[in-house]
């Protein structure tokens, strides 16, 4: 079994910055494929970016291209997710899940309990 903690959500003006934080016990992390999703208040819960077991291979929804940078330290069985530039649509409830087979928006073996992020305008 895997257990993640997600951490670093918190309140900030637009084109602020947050660092989310996942860390993880119970099984080898470079195992595992590691992603970020989130959830908005009355929306589905939406793919954000993910990274291969050994941090080569990165992969972005869209909207944060540019602005969002996903990162691993296998040593620490810790994924980072930097958010640069934040916009009030990017307010959500943010997740970190790993994934021993695949990479991106199917993305669904074990889940974090998610950090609240809130960027007003």
């Known amino acids: 079994q895997v257990r993640l903690v997600d951490s670093g959500g918190g309140s900030v003006q637009a084109g602020g910055s947050l660092r989310l934080s996942c860390a993880a016990s119970?099984?080898?992390?470079?195992?595992?494929?590691v992603g970020w999703f989130r959830q908005a208040p009355g929306k589905e819960r939406e793919f954000v970016a993910a990274i291969s077991r050994g941090g080569t291979n990165t992969l972005y929804t869209d909207s944060v291209k540019g602005r969002f940078t996903i990162s691993r330290d296998n040593d620490k069985n810790t994924a980072i997710l930097q958010m640069n530039n934040l916009k009030p649509e990017d307010t959500a409830v943010y997740y970190c899940v790993l994934d021993r087979q695949r990479l991106g928006p199917a993305m669904a073996d074990y889940w974090g309990q998610g950090t609240q992020v809130t960027v007003s305008s």
């Open positions: 119970g099984r080898p992390f470079d195992n595992y494929f």
